[in-house]
């Protein structure tokens, strides 16, 4: 029997007044229109794990969130090690669609690099957060001491270290579309100096780590909230946090500047933990649309077409409604 898993959905301004400044971020009050369409072709069955729902954060408030897909047997629904928000079942022989929208409340402040923040010494880093310090299967830390020390050692400020680095990532390694390949490690990346916003946030983190520096990767939503819209088709955005005074604090070498209205969907060791879908067996992806913009929630609701004459966003000008 065919059944269709569908995630809370909330109405409008349930949680919007969740968020007070009590815990220093600054309060949600713009909208954003995050989702996905995906469509999967298989064969025989074929087990899947699927990771696009924004994660509860006290930065972002998901006012309303749907998520479909055909599955039978039922789908689990749970927290991976890292506290992202994960479903699992198996695709049955033929074409499973998959649909993911929600509306999400983001600050219109953008991301903060706070020019006093310092490193946590290693002996005051938790042991939970120690683990960013270290090599992982795409972010080869241990291959890049030398040149790390070399070129950003003499820098005492944890923030300017970071900065270095992003400015470092961000004039020598060469945004390519589509030239993101799944095998290449950080190291590798900096060797062929290109690649997509996954590799600009492996190279960074390697960098961070390779000077003790707590990072961890991040992948979601990046609307153009506050810039022009470049015209390329929206896509999933990865890019990192780094461990700062006891904070994770956003960083993206991919662009290099701060923005406004990110939605995260996960975070981990690198994209391992960030894979939008990870499959086991022989499932073609036929079909990968993404949506990520500004909207007036008095007129958009989630369901609804997914129409970009209603974005807020693609200028310089900021808007309020």
């Known amino acids: 029997m065919t059944s269709r898993h569908k995630a809370k959905r909330l109405p409008l301004g349930t949680l919007s007044s969740a968020i007070n400044n009590g815990d220093g971020n600054p309060a949600p ?21 699927l990771l696009v729902r924004p994660r509860p954060d006290s930065e972002q408030v998901i006012l309303q969130e749907s998520l ?10 749970f927290q991976d090690a890292h506290g992202n928000i994960t479903h699992r079942w198996v695709l049955q022989p033929g074409q499973t669609t998959i649909v993911h929208d929600a509306l999400v409340q983001v600050s219109s402040l953008p991301d903060n690099f706070n020019p006093k923040t310092h490193s946590v010494p290693i002996e005051d880093i ?22 790390s020390m070399m070129q950003f050692g003499s820098l005492i400020n944890g923030v300017d270290r970071v900065i270095a ?36 946030a492996h190279v960074a983190i390697a960098l961070c780590r390779a000077l003790n520096i707590p990072a961890r990767y991040v992948t979601g939503h990046l609307p153009d909230i506050g810039c022009f819209d470049p015209g390329t088709p ?27 209205g990110r939605v995260k969907i996960a975070h981990g060791l690198d994209a391992v933990d960030g894979s939008f879908a990870t499959t086991y067996g022989p499932a073609l992806l036929t079909y990968f649309e ?20 209603m974005r807020l966003d693609g200028t310089p000008l900021l808007r309020f409604v």
């Open 290 to 309: 993404v949506w990520s913009y500004q909207v007036n929630p008095a007129f958009v609701s989630i369901g609804s077409p997914v129409d970009l004459s």
């Open 29 to 49: 009050n713009l909208t954003v229109r995050v989702g996905c369409r995906l469509v999967y072709e298989t064969m025989q069955p074929a087990p899947i794990l």
């Open 234 to 260: 929206m896509d999933f955005h990865a890019y990192f946090e780094v461990y700062l005074e006891h904070q994770w604090r956003v960083f993206d070498a991919r662009f290099n500047t701060p923005r406004i």
């Open 165 to 200: 680095i992003c400015n470092w990532v961000h004039r020598n390694i060469r945004y390519v579309t589509c030239s993101g390949r799944p095998d290449l490690s950080a190291s590798e990346v900096m060797m062929r100096g290109y690649g997509v916003c996954r590799d600009f």
């Open 126 to 147: 938790s042991s939970a957060i120690l683990r960013y310090t270290l090599p992982s299967r795409y972010c080869d830390s241990d291959k890049m001491l030398g040149f």
């Open 68 to 77: 479909t897909f055909r599955c039978e047997g039922g789908a689990k629904e």
